[in-house]
Structure formats: structure tokens, C-alpha cells
């Protein structure tokens, strides 16, 4: 940091950003993410709207070409990939896997978002309820009581075993997956939000919004959620990852997303067929989950040492 | 209703904690019957040692006190209005609006994540309908007669790039903009230096003369009642012992504990003597002795002293409670 800047002035986001900009691994995560985003959001469009891209392009001819492999010429024109080349190969149906891991890509990060978003929606509120209104009680039972421990029940569950049932008896849409994901991995959040509600709601400015008039409800979502949201934060990105490789082997196993929609954990389970073969089918959508992974636990660890209020004011 | 009626005044708080084990213990008694009668636009000081129920005090007249205390009578009369205290959301659509609060600390009494500008905004639309706008103007206007330099850009300030000072003084802006016609200052400058201490209190005067404030100062410090508060009530383990003006305490002290209290100030010690000090400590609740509370620190303590002494009027607005006025 510079002699000319002040790191004590600034919002507290500001002042968060300023220590993240210091870690240069989740700098690097985030870069990745960002880029990777736009990669994302770029390719939705062109596998919907330009026939190049088009994930489902089947051509027998161009089957398991490796990377950089060129099409042959009794691909039809119309079929023909961007700039008549297969960056990342092809596959046993001769699909283009750069395509199909664009299409991927939006499939992936939606559902690690989408997922982690229905998470911190339920753990948010079941912990904000939980710290604040927990000593509600009735027939010798505390609200907390109740919401904590139907929280440890939750946790007791198998995660994954219980997504694979419920995604057993339910059809395996997208939606579906996003849901399920989402309602079993709340419990985190819900029990740090509960932890950060305890501790703030005898602080003194929240005393002092009481004394204003405010009501109960708007302390909780004005004053104590804000204050709250460092360890949310953290948690939410580290979760965005896990959701992503939770998303990934329930299509590897064949419970995920179904064919012919592309995510990253079907191109991977089609892959292991030709592993020896065709090992680019197994490595490409291998290294992205992987680098997606690390990329969001880097930006989450970067982000749980810039939120520290324990962290020496640098 | 005559001039001094503040038409605010507080009969008979008594606030009680409730163990949490074992099940059916008694409940122990922190604040017995305490009365106020504050007059209006004038400082009334609350004096007292440390644990002597002076913020709980506060606290309970806010609504405000949580489990394992409990409040377990009083009333608050506001106007022709009277509220039980026991009900702690009976008093709810006083805060703020009618009855408003400044804490000891400033630096945790604001929220960090928002600008004192948010934060008095807030207060502001909370109690009256006006637009973002509008509150702003008011707000800015409000950190301005606080004395904040450049109010505009202190507007947008969080609190952790305000001193201490500049915080009590955006506090002071936050509850006095919802125009509250009684302002509880809870130690507002013990976490103060001195320089600024007498700064906020100068502040705290000169609005009270512009809006026809009522004060409600707690403090330990006599030195400071002396200089900006008119009227008195000392307080002792959660019971008041005298309450007078401030001409009349210093005049002509009559509780043995505020005699005590006012052998202690440094500004009344003679040179080369060492200073006076009260032997003992506050007790704790459980320590409590039935009848006059002080009895076991008192010197002057008499066999009366078993039961609870009544109020003996010595001047017009000068009570005591002691047995032994007048020794």
C-alpha cells in the first residue's frame, strides 16, 4: 500500500476490497471467474444463435477428432465448426466439445449461483429468525430450539445421497437440480447467521436503533443482516464451487441435467467411455470443473481474510 | 399544568431480575421505586456510582430492558397519556418520536456499515412522512447545528472515519432529528477527553435553549452536574436517596451518601490532604439490606436504618431519604 493512501477511510466494502486487492491468488480467482463469465454468457448466445456453435451438430464422419483437428470435407457446409477447426476435438457423435462446453459453461455457473442463491435465501432467514426471535417460545419449546435442531437434523442427512433420491423421483430438469441443490445446503449459513445475530443484537447500536422507534423487523433486515453478510459472503462463494461439483457428479453418475443439454459433468461422464481414445473428452471438462473450483475457493479465502475484523488494519 | 410540569414524568419503577435457575428462584428487586420528575427544558443529572441502576434505569424507561430482567411496575406519563413501563412495547411509539437516546459509547452506538448520514435519515423518515429528499436537507441541516465542519461531506462519512467527539455530535444529531421532546444522555462524554467533553456539553445546552429540550443526564461526574445540569437526583443502589436543585445540593447536601459523594470531587479536596473515598463498593443486587440500602457504608447508621426511610422534604423541590436529616 502506498504512503498516500489512507486504508482506514472508505466504506467498509471499499476498505474489504482494498485488502482483497492485496491477495493476488483471489485476484487472479477472480479474473478467472470474470473472464469465465463473460466466456459464458458470449457462448449462450452463440450455441443458441449461430449455427457454427450449435452444440448438437451431429457429424459421423469427424468422430473422436482430437483438439485442433480440422473437418474433413464430407462435412455438410451448413456443419461445418467456426473457422472449419475443433478446438477442443470432438466427440463419438462427432459434436463439437468446445460448443458443448460453452453451453456448459452457462449451465454449470447457473446452477452453482442459481443453487447457492435458494441456500442463503433459506439459511439467511431461518438464522436471522432463529438469533433474533429465538426465545419466542411455546410449550416449553424456544423457536430456536425448534429451528436449530430441525438445522442439525438437516446436516445429519447424507447431502448427496438424499439429492440423488430426491432427483430419483422427481424429473431431472435443470430447474429441478437447482432446487434441490439449494434446500440441502442451507445449513451452513443458517447456523452463521444465527451465530452473528447472537452476537450483534446486544450491540449497542442496535440498542440505539431500538431507542430510535424502529421496528423489530427493520433491525433485523437494516441493521443486523449487513453486518452479518461477511461470513455469508464467504460462505456463499466457497458454495457457489461445491454446488458446481455436486451439480457435476450427479450428471456424471447420470442423475444430473439430461442429454442432448450439455453441462460439464455429462461431457465428462460421456468422456469416460473413450478415455484411452479420446482422452480429450475426459481431461477438458476434468481441468474446467477444476480450475472453476479452485478459482472460486481462492476468491473465497481471499475473501474471508479481506472481511476479518480480527485483520490488522494494514 | 403549571411551567415547570415537563409534562413528563416517571412514578414508581421498580425492575426486578428473574434467575434463570434454579426454576422458581425468587426474583432479586435492582430498582426500587424510582420517581422522576424532570423539569421541562432544564437538566435533570442522575448521579450515582457505578451499578447503581443509573442506565438500567434508562434503559426501562425506554422499553428496553430484555430477559433475564424484568420490569415489574411503573408508569411513564407523557402529556395526558400514561403508559405501563411494564409493558415494554407500550412505550414503543414514544422512542424516538418523544422520548430519544444518546449512549456512552459513540463508537458503538452507530452502525458501521452506514454513512451517519443513513443512519439519521433514518431516524428522520422513521418519525415523520418525508420524502429521501427532504430528509436529507433536514439531516444536513441538523449535522450543521451539531457543529460538524463541512456537514455535507460529513453526511457521507461512516462512523469509523469520525473521532470520537464528531461521533457523539452525529449521535446528538441522530436523536435530536426526530424533534424527541425529553433526551436521555446516558454518560453521552465518559468515553470522551475532556476538551471535548465540555464541547458536547456546551452543544447539548445551547440546543436545548433553541428547542425547549428536556435533559435526562446521567453521570457519575459532580464536577460536570455542577456546570450544566439545574436539577439533581443521586441514586443509590437502584433507589433514589435526594433529589434538588443543583444550588441546593451543593448548598446544603443532606444524605449521607451525597455528602460522601461530594467529599470525593477533586475540585473540593483541600491541598495535601489525601482525597475522600467511600469504603466498600455498591452491592451487588443479592447483597441488598432490607430497609435504607447505604446503611452498611453509612457512618451515621442508626437502628432506624432497618426499615426503608420515607422522604423528608427539607426545601421546597429538596427531598432526602434518610432517617437521620437534620443530624
Known amino acids: 500500500m502506498s504512503a498516500h493512501t489512507s486504508p482506514a477511510f472508505g466504506s467498509p466494502a471499499a476498505l474489504a476490497w ?41 457429424r459421423l464422419t469427424d468422430k473422436l477428432l482430437p483438439p485442433f483437428a480440422y473437418a474433413s470435407d464430407l462435412v455438410a457446409s451448413d456443419d461445418l465448426p467456426a473457422l472449419g477447426q ?23 455457473l447457473s446452477i452453482g449461483f442459481v443453487a447457492v442463491g435458494i441456500s442463503m435465501i433459506v439459511g439467511i432467514f431461518f438464522g436471522a429468525v432463529a438469533g433474533y426471535f429465538g426465545e419466542l417460545s411455546w410449550l416449553g419449546l424456544s423457536l430456536d430450539t425448534v429451528l436449530m435442531r430441525f438445522t442439525d437434523a438437516m446436516l445429519c442427512f447424507p447431502t448427496f445421497f438424499l439429492i440423488l433420491t430426491v432427483v430419483a423421483l422427481l424429473p431431472a430438469s435443470i430447474y429441478n437440480i437447482m432446487i434441490v441443490i439449494g434446500l440441502t445446503s442451507w445449513m451452513g449459513t443458517a447456523r452463521f447467521v444465527r451465530a452473528e ?94 480450475l472453476v473450483v479452485l478459482a472460486f475457493n481462492l476468491v473465497g479465502e481471499g475473501l474471508r481474510e479481506a472481511l476479518d475484523p480480527r485483520r490488522a488494519e494494514r | 399544568m403549571n411551567a415547570t410540569d415537563s409534562g413528563f414524568d416517571l412514578a414508581g419503577l421498580c425492575v426486578d431480575v428473574a434467575p434463570q435457575r434454579p426454576r422458581g428462584a425468587t426474583s432479586v428487586n435492582i430498582i426500587d421505586k424510582v420517581s422522576l420528575r424532570p423539569v421541562r427544558s432544564r437538566t435533570t443529572a442522575i448521579v450515582g456510582e457505578s451499578g447503581c441502576g443509573k442506565s438500567l434505569m434508562a434503559l426501562a424507561l425506554m422499553g428496553l430492558v430484555d430477559a433475564p430482567l424484568q420490569v415489574r411496575s411503573g408508569t411513564l406519563r407523557v402529556g395526558d397519556r400514561t403508559f405501563a413501563l411494564s409493558d415494554k ?30 443512519q439519521i435519515v433514518e431516524a428522520i423518515v422513521t418519525h415523520a412522512e418525508v420524502g429521501a429528499a427532504a430528509a436529507r436537507v433536514d439531516a444536513v441541516g441538523w449535522l450543521k447545528r451539531v457543529g460538524l ?51 458536547v456539553l456546551r452543544l447539548l445546552g445551547s440546543l436545548q435553549a433553541e428547542i425547549g429540550l428536556t435533559v435526562l443526564l446521567i453521570t457519575h461526574d459532580l464536577a460536570l452536574v455542577a456546570r450544566h445540569a439545574q436539577h439533581v437526583a443521586i441514586m443509590y443502589a437502584g433507589r433514589i436517596v435526594e ?23 477533586p475540585a473540593r479536596a483541600r491541598r495535601g490532604e489525601p482525597l475522600a473515598t467511600i469504603s466498600g463498593a455498591v452491592p451487588n443486587p443479592n447483597g441488598f439490606v432490607a430497609g435504607c440500602r447505604f446503611a452498611p457504608r453509612c457512618e451515621f447508621v442508626t437502628e432506624a436504618c432497618a426499615t426503608v426511610p420515607p422522604a423528608s422534604q427539607v426545601e421546597d423541590e429538596h427531598l432526602v431519604y434518610c432517617w437521620n436529616v437534620g443530624l
Open chain 1, 18 to 58: 482494498r485488502a482483497l486487492r492485496q491477495d493476488r491468488l483471489a485476484v487472479c480467482g477472480l479474473a478467472f471467474l470474470a473472464l469465465l463469465t463473460i466466456i459464458a454468457l458470449l457462448g449462450a448466445a452463440c450455441t443458441n444463435f449461430v449455427p457454427a456453435f450449435d452444440p448438437t451438430t451431429v
Open chain 1, 86 to 108: 475443433y478446438f477442443l476435438g470432438t466427440d463419438e457423435l462427432g459434436r463439437d466439445v468446445f460448443s458443448r462446453m460453452l453451453q456448459g459453461a452457462v449451465v454449470s
Open chain 1, 197 to 290: 445475530v447472537l452476537s450483534l443484537k446486544d450491540r449497542d447500536f442496535v440498542i440505539a436503533a431500538h431507542a430510535t422507534g424502529l421496528s423489530s423487523w427493520r433491525i433485523v433486515t437494516a441493521h443486523l443482516l449487513p453486518n452479518a453478510m461477511a461470513p455469508v459472503l464467504v460462505s456463499a462463494t466457497v458454495g457457489v464451487a461445491s454446488a458446481i461439483l455436486t451439480e457435476s457428479a450427479l450428471s456424471f453418475l447420470g442423475f444430473g441435467v439430461q442429454p442432448p443439454d450439455a453441462t460439464w459433468g455429462n461431457i465428462l461422464a460421456d468422456g469416460k467411455t473413450f478415455i484411452f481414445d479420446a482422452p480429450w473428452l475426459f481431461f477438458v471438462p476434468g481441468v474446467a470443473i477444476l
Open chain 2, 89 to 118: 412495547d407500550a412505550v414503543r411509539p414514544l422512542r424516538g418520536d418523544q422520548l430519544a437516546m444518546v449512549f456512552q459509547e459513540p463508537m458503538s452506538a452507530l452502525n458501521p456499515v452506514f454513512t451517519i448520514g443513513e
Open chain 2, 149 to 199: 465542519p463541512d456537514p455535507q461531506r460529513a453526511f457521507d462519512k461512516f462512523p469509523h472515519e469520525l473521532s470520537g467527539g464528531m461521533k457523539q455530535r452525529a449521535m446528538i444529531a441522530m436523536a435530536l432529528a426526530p424533534k424527541p421532546d425529553v433526551l436521555i444522555a446516558d454518560e453521552p462524554t465518559t468515553a470522551l477527553d475532556v476538551t471535548v467533553q465540555g464541547q
Open chain 2, 243 to 265: 433529589t434538588a436543585s443543583v444550588r441546593q445540593l451543593f448548598a446544603n447536601p443532606q444524605h449521607p451518601y451525597t455528602r460522601a459523594l461530594l467529599k470525593c470531587m
